[in-house]
């Protein structure tokens, strides 16, 4: 039986509401510890009021508009259940995850609604060959929508609301210390430190798992390491962010822990940073002086304008495919700020030259696909002292593995002559 106009819009509705709910609870009733519900008011009433909106100018619109809508919403809510599925595969369902489950099936609900209101509102009279050529058309412009709208949504959000839950294994080869320690803005991080022989001491970054290999090789030479949760990850609080927006406050806290500690000269400390670890290095380093040396191995982009950036490596591009790709990125860049309610970081570019006259080393593999031909513009941009060192065979910061003993005698040369 088809369903009529009142009960599709009932229906659409209950999983418009389903998916708020989950809004209001991720937000405001049980938000991630360090976190309060006043963090979180651009991130929760904006999704909120956009979702009341469609629920009431659902039943005034065409045919081909609630159909669109409705296929639009659906993968959104189905992004939502991510985050509960994550965690809950991880280390158990808890919290916020029991509404965050019901948004899978009113996702699933909202697509299914969405084709059918499509099939049943298509026109059936007229030309054959322009009707189908009309649908061919409208067809086009959800899947652009979807490419410039959905996709950049549904990533947004799920990069902010995933992380890695569980504290891996240490595989440091040193003994290690347990260690806490406070951010600027009242999370609490928590790591593992390996003490000096040296005197000196470098922060791994980021994160305690992927950190572990550089952390290693620096502990066979005498430096005191640091690993840690970044904020959302592991152990640690506050809200995660694969991009990396305010991981520098997580870099800063490190070096005012590091500075407390007996067996390291506060004037001797640096950080080698993987991947977006390299990015908030870079950041860190432009803000706080007490960052003596960095080794930045594999930064790409993270904002919008290191995002167009890319493009001009890109050889070969339309401008229609660099139309489509500069409107995704503006919209996930857009959709970043609202989830985690702040404004974009800075261009790497605009932040790297105040790091001088403290070294900096930059790592890339120009062909990994992943922006790290970039390093080039942010090693033009660096002032001296600088180096760049490209890896064109490696994979993304696969340079300690693609080159293994060049690369510990690079770092550990670099961080010698900086901090020794």
């Given at each position: ?34 976190t309060s519900a006043g963090d979180h008011l651009v991130s929760g009433l904006l999704p909120l009021a956009l979702l009341a909106l469609a ?244 930064a790409g982009a993270r904002a919008y304008s290191d995002s167009m950036d890319e493009l001009d490596y890109a050889k070969g591009t339309d ?85 293994p003993a060049q690369y510990e005698r690079r770092v550990v040369a670099f961080f010698d002559d900086a901090l020794l």
């Amino acid at each position: 039986m088809l369903l009529s106009m009142d009960s599709t819009t009932k229906l659409f509705r209950l999983a418009v509401a389903v998916i708020g709910l989950h809004v209001l609870d991720d937000n405001f009733v049980q938000p991630e510890a360090g976190t309060s519900a006043g963090d979180h008011l651009v991130s929760g009433l904006l999704p909120l009021a956009l979702l009341a909106l469609a629920a009431w100018g659902f039943p005034r619109l065409s045919g081909f508009a609630r159909g669109a809508l409705a296929l639009l919403l659906g993968p959104l809510g189905i992004a939502a259940g991510i985050e509960a599925l994550h965690y809950a595969n991880q280390v158990g369902p808890s919290g916020d995850d029991f509404t965050g489950f019901l948004t899978l099936p009113a996702g699933v609900l909202l697509i299914g609604l969405g084709a059918v209101t499509l099939w049943r509102t298509r026109r059936t009279e007229g030309n054959h060959a322009w009707r189908y050529t009309r649908r061919g058309f409208l067809g086009l412009a959800v899947v652009v929508a979807a490419y410039v709208l959905v996709f950049p949504i549904g990533f947004a959000y799920v990069t902010t609301h995933t992380a890695r839950a569980v504290v891996p294994d240490n595989t440091l080869g040193a003994s290690s210390e347990n260690v806490s320690f406070e951010t600027s803005d009242g999370l609490t991080l928590r790591g593992w430190y390996v003490p000096s022989k040296n005197g000196a001491a470098v922060i791994s970054f980021p994160g305690r798992k992927g950190s572990q290999k550089p952390a290693r090789m620096l502990a066979r030479h005498g430096y005191g390491v640091l690993v840690f949760d970044r904020r959302g990850e592991g152990v640690s609080d506050g809200e995660p962010n694969s991009f990396g927006w305010s991981g520098d406050r997580d870099a800063k806290a490190a070096v005012d822990y590091l500075q407390t500690r007996s067996d390291v000269d506060p004037g001797r400390i640096g950080a080698i940073g993987q991947s977006v670890g390299g990015e908030m290095l870079i950041e860190a380093a432009a803000e706080d002086r007490d960052l003596r040396a960095i080794v930045s191995d594999g930064a790409g982009a993270r904002a919008y304008s290191d995002s167009m950036d890319e493009l001009d490596y890109a050889k070969g591009t339309d401008p229609i495919s660099e139309l489509l790709y500069s409107a995704n990125s503006a919209v996930r860049v857009g959709a970043l700020s609202v989830l985690t309610n702040q404004s974009p970081p800075a261009n790497l570019k605009s932040l790297i030259g105040r790091i001088a006259p403290r070294p900096v080393m930059l790592i890339g593999a120009p062909n990994s696909k992943h922006g790290e031909e970039l390093n080039r513009d942010y090693y033009a941009a660096a002032q001296e002292p600088k180096t760049l060192w490209e890896i064109p065979e490696a994979s993304h910061v696969g340079g300690i593995d693609a080159r293994p003993a060049q690369y510990e005698r690079r770092v550990v040369a670099f961080f010698d002559d900086a901090l020794l």
